[in-house]
């Protein structure tokens, strides 16, 4: 169960990327060109969205964008750290059973 929750949190920001960029212009106004999104696509999606909304929203990164970035920011390295943490709790159990 564990897994499928990490796995949805990892896909689904990805999927509202895409859904963003096939149906609105959202991310260019935001970025300009395709070279971040793209990247953000890989290995930070929930920051490059939330840079997205700071950007058309609030008027750049400053204030409440600010605020907005770094929520983003902070989701997408729990959602990396927090998997990591639980593939270290489940190695060490393991090699406690030998």
Do not use: E
Request: charged share 15%; aromatic share 20%.
């Amino acid at each position: 169960m564990g897994c499928l929750i990490f796995l949805f949190g990892l896909l689904t920001p990805r999927v509202v990327l895409f859904i963003l960029w096939i149906f609105t212009d959202y991310l260019s106004r935001a970025y300009g060109n395709w070279f971040w999104p793209t990247l953000g696509f890989f290995f930070l999606p929930t920051t490059t969205i939330a840079y997205a909304i700071a950007q058309n929203a609030f008027d750049g990164v400053k204030g409440w964008g600010l605020v907005v970035l770094i929520i983003g920011l902070f989701l997408d390295l729990g959602l990396h750290g927090g998997g990591g943490r639980a593939a270290g709790r489940r190695g060490w159990r393991r090699r406690d059973d030998y």
